[in-house]
């Protein structure tokens, strides 16, 4: 059995399945030579042309060179574009593209400056250059395949496995083109230089020049070629192939050459197969001999609406529409220009679109030629497609899914593998166009498995962004960690002490505010020490708050003593100078004050639970502090606290009016008196906030009682002096008397203030209130006594003792502590008070 290299030495064909035998129409574009047309003064260059992440390398205004590179970018697949000629960038936009849907892509539009002047270019040799430095030179010249894939050269010239046999494709099977044709018959040495750099590249067994039986002198120009080139001739040789179409197609191409069908999903070069165009061929020579990129290429211009059909050199970015200006296009009505052939061409929707490296072709058939397209009409199931599909396909089956937009159905009928030939198209009895819906299936697919790579490298970089964090974050806390056993290696056995020290106090301290007690003094902090010391300062108030209510008591039990002693001793003078009847009445009077007594301390009771009940007074000083502390409080004058906006002028009002009545009792009771020689004078009490004195009238020694009582009045009123704040405002007396004056007029009554330390908002309310309640009662009785007063000589001061009999009441204030300087002004005007009265009482007198 023949190997398969002997087979192909003897020429040995194989039959590939499917395929058509559509009119050629050849002759009216390969009978004249390939010409160039007149350089165009504006080119359009799309980015990328082919490949992928391409980036420009120019901006508006730039100037650039014959050949100069317009793109940068990276990958594996990348391919740069060149400027087709010298002249300037005058935009940078979103342009037409050559493309079925005609959709906008970025382009660089290049104004030319007719100098068409080149950029260096480098020469060089195949033997002065490796394997590396041509493939590099390859791919910086932008080669890609010229058959119509325009797949990138140099990815296909650095296979990953070994390479047996190498076809050059010059079968060019579809009707109109001649580019490669022509090609081979005029450039057939050129083709062979490049050829040779693949051989080179890639070192196969064998070479096969692969051309239709339809193309005899491009067959013969080739031979001749091979001849004269320094390759073996055992090694390379020109297979002539029967003309049918879609013999031209790779995978077809492979199966008729060597028998061998290309699995799907899978690439000629897993077979050691590799296919060039021979247009591929003859840019790798010019690439890598004389450095020139690809910026131009030939095309058939052909159709019977081009006055001049054939194949012309067109620069790559010029436009559609200058290139058939050029050839004497004369459109007709509904004209079509079909870029590519009439199998696998498509047609425009805008002439002004560029000239690509894969176009090989533009028809511009009459109606003649090619009719209009026929409506589409229903599927007949005849299976004329299965027939002809090259690639083994169910062109039905596609069809079905296709229009149902069942894509992914479609695809497990292996669409992938639609070389998008035409043949179904053109043996559908229904004029279905089946290569249509194809396309469009193929681009749902594809759009859908870029976003399913999107998705997923989306999702690689968010797992890879939360691994990265999850590293800082253990890296940090290592870091961390590290930092604390270097702080602990490097800490001191005091550093220590002073650590757990203060770890201990902060322990306490969360301790005590829990417990609600202070801590002891060896782990007290300065917030516990504050704390203790207000503590501290609270119950040495207590106690000294005790005291002062102790004293208070034993002084009332003296005091109380000793007014019995002065109240007897008063009694006996009055009674001895009164005569019989005068005493007799005294001894009522005594009944009627002992009375009077009884209901005041009655009314007190009453007064003082009331004044309990209202009050709202602090659990540490209860309502009733004033009479615990009082001496002698038989009777006090005790009131509930009235609610009023102005508590101090109320005060003041009831001051002034027992002064006024006070004066006019004191006129009423002198003219009143007896001639009997026994002068009785009323001595009504000053009344001051908060206390209420007793006056005790005596017949004698007038002058002393007057002196004493003064006094006591005038230090009762320096006391609510101090009280109140105001003393120091409305008095005029000289600093110079001093409080020991009052002392010494102080001998009867003796009236010890206990001052506790008290809250007094609410306490100095009720004492004012009290106060002018007990101003106003007293005037009222004072009044009714002056009125009532015998002309038997009878001492008025009698019916006031009935209702104020012996009273002598300690005043206990509660208030704040007063400032000594106070005090002692208080007392200069108590002692200046008690002098006043002293003399008008003499006065008087005489």
């Known amino acids: 059995m023949l190997t398969l290299l002997e087979q192909l030495d003897k020429g040995t064909l194989w039959r590939s399945p499917g395929g058509i035998h559509p009119p050629e129409l050849k002759s009216l574009s390969n009978q004249s030579t390939i010409a160039s047309l007149p350089l165009q003064s504006r080119f359009v260059i799309p980015v990328p042309l082919v490949g992928q992440q391409a980036t420009l390398s120019v901006k508006v205004g730039d100037s650039v060179l014959k050949g100069q590179p317009l793109t940068e970018g990276a990958g594996f697949i990348y391919l740069p574009v060149h400027a087709p000629t010298s002249g300037t960038v005058v935009a940078i936009e979103q342009h037409g593209s050559n493309h079925a849907s005609s959709l906008p892509v970025l382009s660089c539009i290049i104004e030319a400056d007719g100098l068409d002047t080149w950029c260096e270019l480098t020469s060089s040799k195949i033997e002065q250059l490796s394997k590396g430095d041509i493939l590099a030179k390859i791919k910086q010249a932008g080669i890609a395949g010229m058959g119509g894939a325009a797949f990138p050269s140099h990815v296909k010239l650095n296979p990953a496995s070994e390479i047996d046999l190498v076809i050059i494709n010059g079968v060019e099977c579809e009707p109109y083109i001649s580019a490669d044709d022509r090609l081979m018959r005029e450039f057939s040495d050129e083709i062979l230089t490049g050829i040779s750099i693949i051989h080179h590249l890639l070192n196969p067994q064998r070479i096969i020049i692969a051309i239709e039986d339809n193309k005899p002198e491009a067959a013969q120009a080739m031979e001749s070629a091979i001849r004269r080139s320094s390759l073996p001739n055992d090694m390379i040789r020109v297979t002539v192939i029967p003309t049918k179409y879609p013999s031209g197609g790779e995978k077809q191409l492979i199966q008729i050459i060597t028998g061998k069908e290309v699995p799907s999903g899978a690439i000629p070069a897993q077979l050691g197969i ?165 396309r469009v299936a193929k681009s749902a697919l594809k759009n859908a498995a870029e976003e399913k790579l999107q998705a997923e490298q989306a999702k690689i970089r968010f797992e890879t962004r939360l691994q990265r964090l999850e590293d800082e974050k253990n890296a940090r806390e290592e870091k961390s960690k590290q930092a604390a056993a270097k702080r602990q290696a490097n800490m001191k056995s005091g550093d220590k002490d002073a650590v757990a020290a203060a770890m201990a106090r902060i322990a306490a301290k969360k301790a005590q505010a829990a417990e609600g007690i202070t801590a002891d003094p060896a782990a007290t902090t300065p917030d516990t020490t504050t704390t203790k010391a207000a503590i501290d300062a609270t119950s040495a108030k207590k106690t000294a708050v005790n005291a002062a209510i102790e004293r208070a008591k034993a002084k009332k039990a003296a005091l109380a003593t000793q007014s019995q002693k002065d109240n007897q001793s008063d009694v006996a003078t009055v009674t001895n100078d009164m005569p019989v009847d005068t005493i007799d009445r005294a001894n009522d009077k005594k009944a009627q004050i002992a009375a009077a007594i009884a209901r005041a301390k009655a009314k007190k009771a009453a007064l003082a639970n009331e004044s309990a009940e209202k009050n709202d007074v602090d659990a540490e000083q209860p309502s009733n502090t004033v009479n615990e502390v009082s001496p002698v409080n038989e009777t006090a004058t005790t009131s509930v606290v009235d609610p009023a906006d102005d508590k101090k002028a109320k005060i003041a009002a009831a001051v002034a009016k027992a002064k006024a009545k006070k004066a006019a009792l004191a006129g009423d009771s002198t003219e009143k008196n007896d001639v009997d020689g026994d002068q009785t004078r009323d001595t009504i009490s000053k009344v001051n906030p908060g206390i209420e004195v007793d006056t005790t009238i005596t017949a004698t020694s007038v002058d002393d009682k007057k002196a004493r009582i003064a006094a006591a009045v005038a230090k009762a009123k320096a006391k609510k002096a101090a009280l109140v704040g105001d003393s120091t405002e409305k008095n005029d007396i000289d600093g110079d008397q001093t409080r020991d004056t009052v002392n010494e007029v102080n001998r009867a009554i003796e009236i010890d203030t206990t001052i506790a330390v008290t809250p007094v908002d609410d306490k100095k309310a009720r004492i004012a209130a009290a106060v002018a309640k007990a101003k106003a009662k007293k005037a ?60 008008s009482a003499k006065q008087e007198e005489l």
């Not at 290429?297 to 067109?314: A, C, D, H, M, Q």
């Not at 599927?379 to 894509?407: D, M, N, S, T």
């Not at 009785?781 to 209702?803: F, I, K």
Request: net charge negative.
């Open 274 to 438: 590799v296919v060039h165009n021979v247009g591929t061929a003859y840019a790798i020579q010019e690439a890598v001999l004389q450095g020139k990129p690809l910026i131009e290429r030939v095309v058939t211009l052909t159709g019977e609406s081009i006055g001049k059909p054939g194949n012309y050199w067109l620069r790559i970015g010029t436009t559609v529409e200058d290139a058939l200006s050029q050839v004497s296009f004369q459109p007709e009505s509904s004209q079509k220009v079909i870029v590519g052939g009439p199998m696998m061409g498509y047609a425009l929707a805008d002439l002004d679109v560029p000239i690509l490296k894969g176009t090989n072709c533009l028809l511009t058939p009459s109606q003649a030629e090619i009719a209009p397209d026929p409506d589409e009409k229903a599927c007949i199931r005849c299976g004329e497609c299965a027939v002809a599909c090259p690639a083994l396909l169910l062109p039905q089956q596609l069809f079905w899914h296709a229009k149902a937009e069942e894509y992914d159905k479609a695809a497990s009928f292996n669409l992938k593998d639609c070389i998008e030939c035409g043949c179904c198209s053109y043996v559908c009895p229904s004029d279905i166009p089946l290569v249509e819906y194809y």
């Open 780 to 839: 009222a009785l004072a009044s009714d006594s002056s009125a009532t007063n015998d002309v038997d000589g009878v001492q008025t001061r009698d019916t006031v003792n009935e209702v104020n009999p012996a009273i002598e009441i300690d005043t206990t204030i509660a208030a704040i502590p007063v400032d000594d300087k106070k005090a002692r002004i208080a007392a200069a005007v108590a002692k200046a008070k008690a002098k006043k009265l002293a003399n």
